[in-house]
Each structure stands twice: as C-alpha cells, then as structure tokens.
C-alpha cells in the first residue's frame, strides 16, 4: 500500500528528491555554457546524488530525529556532494570554472536543501502540534516509572504527532488479559504498540509479537531495567542468523573516522600554528623563570585499545618523584605560581594537539588517566574500560558535564564513565564541535574545579 494511516503519501520522499534535484540542476544551468556538458551534468549528479543519498541515509528523517542529526546528515551529504562535483569538472577540464565558483555552486545548493529539509520538518511539527495532522495512535503495555514517562512524553510533546489511546497494566502471570486488550487495540484503529520489556513475560512478549505481525501494528519496547536491553545493541546477519552485537560505535565506519580524523589534523594545526607556536617561548620564560626544570611534561597515559603513550602539557607544578601517582587537589603546593593561571585557563593542554596531530589522541574524546590511576580504576569501576574502544581526548563529554579535574569520590569517576560511553556510541561531528565550543567557554570563564 502507498498510503498509511497516520502517516504521508509513499509519494513524499520521492518527492524530496525531486525538488533538491531541481535545486542541483537549476543553480547547475548557472554554470554551464556549453549545453552537452550541462545534459551529461544532470544525468551523472542525478544517479550520484540518489546513490550517495540513499547510502548516507539523507533522507532518513523521521518526527522523532533530533535537529543536530538532520544537521550532521546534511553536512556529510555536502561534502559527498562537494567531492562529486569537482569529480565532474576535473573529468571535463575544458570547462575550466574557476574554483571559487564552483564552491559558491555547491555552498548555494546545499544551503537551500537544507533550508528546505528544514522547513518542512519545522512545518510538519506546527502542523501536528496546531492542526493533529499526521498523528500515529499509539498504545502502552506495561506500568512502571518508564512506562510513566513515556504516556508524560506523548501527552506534553504534542508536534511529535502521537496520539495515546491508553495505557495498559499488563502483568507476568496474566497472559489471558492480552486477548481483550488486542481487541481492544484492533477495535482503536492503533497504528503502534509501545511494549515494556520487564512487565511481559517471555509468553506475554510472543503473543505481543504475534499479534503485531499478523495486524500490521508497528510494536516496539520500552527496555526498563533490563541492563542488556539499556544498551544501544547493532543488530546485523552472518548469513541468515541473526547477531546482536552490544553497541555500535559510530567512529569505527570509515567515513565518520575520516571525518573525524580530518577535524582533528585541521583544528590541531590551526592551534599550533597561530597559538602555540608564539604562547611557547612566552610562557616558557615564566615556567623557568619561577622553578628549575623542563618547560614540558610528558607522562605516560593509557589510549585508544589501552595502548599507552607519552601525553605532552606544558610544566605546571615543581619536578616530583610522585608525579606519576598523585593528580592535582586543590590548594596542591606542587603546583606554581604560572602553573595556577595555565591551569585554570587550560593552556597548559595545549601541547596535547602535538599528540593530536601525531594521532595518539583526539581533539574531543575520553580524557586519559595517568597509567597508575587506570589500572585502579578498571578494577575498581565497572565499564571503565570501554572508554578505550575510542582515542582520548584534550576534551570530552565528561569535562563540560561538570566532571573534570579531581576525582575527589567514586561518584565523579563513575559519572565520568558514563558521558564517555554515551559519547563513544552517540558521536557525531556536531557533538564534537558543540564540546569544543562549550569547552572555549568553559575556560574564558573559569571552572571551580580547574586547579
């Protein structure tokens, strides 16, 4: 069927198509004189644009995708785009646009996609919230405190189009209450069922899923307290059997780690070179001037697959046999006079985008603990470890949560854990700038716990 309730005609997405391809080649027409070249343009960017699309998921925009998403999907098709494009002119060299042009060409078109993209997704949530246009009727199995705030979700969220019919308290031991609510949901015209993993029984959970397939309901879970079913589980086929994996970490795919590579190399040389190259012989003078010792201070640091390496700072404390055991405290004595500004204002990280540049690390990332608190923390703190799927950091999640510094109790250091593995299966380009920014402000401002 085309059509389904509660949702678009099956029309809309190719739709979607149509008008960005319109974009491309009516901002393309600008372009071209020589009339040949501009047919064989709309032909090649028509097939590469859909192929590259489709395998970027572009148009994978659903009521309940986050702004930031839509941002981080258009800034990859831009640069497919951007790559396709000059593609096309290198092959044909007697066009010979100019560069700039060219890039102007690409920034126009992408620029209106997504003011298009947008718009309508702004448009359909005014248009749900004002009108109840495009609603889903929704149902919920299960009464807990999960259950709870997923009702409070639909009832107060009302652009997110859905409409809760009722919610159900379905118990372990009564599986003959299943058939009434069925009819019930049958009889409500329900177009999904939102079921709670820990109130249903394995019983419960197969008729659920009997009933969904077999009357063409949408089912999905509420995971709860299920710890297994917390997590942000990748489901894949070695054949024809099914494999969950227990997470997915987004910078493992080859264009995410060029991505976030190519940010890394770009903002690290923009540091080095128009920051510490003149910072270093600066502070350098006040760091010898005030304590005998090396302007830098390296210390071995565990990384990415708990591989360790030398993390590089500029000195803010006196020379110490224990510096490799104990981190700063507040009102630490080791710590100098120059040492206390650079500290508060972070600079004395910024020799880190040299371990950067050289790949031992990343701009945004877990941040790495001294090899000695390492070993103590992953036998201590549960799931300390995974941080090390990803590279450390200069900054991370953790930091601009209000969890960087001192670890004074294990409630910072578990917290700590817990942004990391978030931001490791959650990351995006946009999150890494957005933790950038925040970590700017952080420092011009000052923190409490930057000592």
Known sequence: MIFKRGRYSGFLRPISYGIDLLVIHGLAFLLFEESSAFTNYVFYMSIAWISSSISLRFYEIYRFTKFSNILSLAIKQALVFLLLVFAFFGFYGELQEPTIAILKYVVMVMGVVFLIKISIYYLLKKYRR???????????????????????????????????????????????????IFKEISDSNVDEIYASVNALSDGCMAKVIDFADNNLKVL??????????????????????????????????PFNKFIKRAFDIFLSLFVIVFIVSWLTPILGIF?????????????????????????????????????????????????????????????????????VLKGDMSVVGPR????????????????????????????????????????????????????????????????????????VFNAVKGEEKAY
């Open 287 to 355: 760091i010898k001037l005030e304590s005998k010792g090396p302007v830098f201070f390296k210390q071995k640091r565990n990384g990415l697959d708990y591989k360790e390496f030398y993390c590089y700072k500029f000195r803010s404390m006196t020379p110490s046999l224990t510096a490799d055991l104990y981190q700063a405290t507040k009102g630490d004595t080791r710590v100098t006079k120059v040492g206390r500004i650079i500290r508060k204002t972070s600079m004395d990280e910024l020799p880190q985008f040299i371990n």
């Open 130 to 180: 004002l009108l109840g246009g495009n609603l889903r009727r929704v149902v919920i199995l299960g009464a807990n405190d999960k259950t709870k705030e997923l009702e409070n979700f639909f009832t107060q969220n009302a652009e997110y189009g859905y409409a809760l019919v009722k919610r159900y308290d379905v118990q372990h031991d009564k599986e003959q209450l299943l058939e009434g």
């Open 368 to 439: 790495p603990h001294m090899v000695s608190h390492t070993h103590m923390y992953a036998e201590k703190i549960d799931k300390f470890m995974v941080r090390h799927f990803v590279k450390p950091g200069i900054t991370g999640l953790a930091q601009v949560s209000g969890y960087r510094g001192e670890v004074e109790t294990d409630s910072d250091i578990i917290n700590r854990v817990k942004c990391d593995i978030f931001y490791l299966e959650n990351w995006s380009i946009i999150l890494d700038l957005k933790i950038v920014f925040k970590t």
């Open 220 to 253: 999905k879970f509420l995971p709860d307290n299920k710890e297994i079913f917390g997590k942000k589980l990748d489901f894949s086929y070695y054949g024809y059997l099914p494999i969950l994996s227990l997470r997915k970490i987004p910078t493992d795919e």
